[in-house]
């Protein structure tokens, strides 16, 4: 009787030590609720944003208004890109890039 005894009472502090350890341990850091959208965001969340909106329109006019909208809105600008009949260029995103990463923080 006295090995279940200690069998039960080391379950027993197994069991507060790992819920103490729990209870200590800081939870991972959140991300940032208004990150900025980047080029690898889905074009609707660049043109979401008023100040990335403007970056977008700058290399894209019109972006915003574009009848075929709906179909690419959730692609990113690389996924975009071999479907725009040359008209995103790697040298267009990299400008868009710059531009993005040039905005003042959020």
Do not use: C, Y
């Not at 009848?67 to 071999?82: E, S």
């Not at 725009?84 to 790697?90: A, H, I, K, V």
């Amino acid at each position: 009787m006295s090995k279940l005894a200690a069998a039960l009472a080391s379950i027993a502090l197994v069991t507060v030590a790992g819920t103490a350890l729990a209870q200590t341990q800081t939870p991972p850091p959140a991300a940032p609720a208004t990150a900025r959208p980047t080029i690898a965001s889905p074009v609707k969340d660049l043109l979401a944003n008023p100040q990335t909106l403007a970056v977008m329109e700058k290399h894209l006019p019109g972006i915003s208004q574009h009848p075929a909208l709906p179909q690419f809105r959730d692609m990113t600008l690389a996924q975009l890109a071999p479907v725009s009949e040359g008209r995103l260029t790697p040298e267009i995103i990299a400008a868009i890039d710059a531009d993005l990463k040039a905005l003042p923080a959020a």
